[in-house]
Nanobody, 126 residues
């Protein structure tokens, strides 16, 4: 059974850090591109990062560049999103998703067409 499960969300103060995990089962994460997305209430889904399967190249949205880092641990079949210097506007449900490759158009990471996790809530508030 193919499944993606996100974890690591929670409540954090502005300026704080969280590390999200995306654990895969049923297929090797190393064989696909993995994207991180988020959606806040009343807003469109936003692509944050994409790490390619071919060479590990990682793309980031301008809104998170320099603050968020995506990495892959193939041995654990898990992808991570390290989030630093969090801001209240980072509050959203965060998702990981698969695709054959990363597609970035005009600096915007395009939505993934494969499997999606159920999401994990991140709330940044004092």
């Amino acid at each position: 059974q193919v499944q993606l499960v996100e974890s690591g969300g929670g409540l954090v103060q502005p300026g704080g850090s969280l590390r999200l995990s995306c654990a895969a089962s049923g297929f090797p994460l190393a064989s696909v591109a993995i994207g991180w997305f988020r959606q806040a209430p009343g807003k469109e889904r936003e692509g944050l990062s994409c790490i390619s399967s071919s060479d590990g190249t990682t793309y980031y949205a301008d809104s998170v560049k320099g603050r968020f880092t995506s990495s892959r641990d193939n041995a654990k079949n898990t992808v991570y999103l390290q989030m630093n210097s969090l801001k209240p506007e980072d509050t959203a449900v965060y998702y990981c998703a698969t695709d054959l490759s990363c597609t970035v158009v005009g600096g915007i990471i395009q939505t993934h067409l494969g499997y999606w996790g159920q999401g994990t809530q991140v709330t940044v508030s004092s």
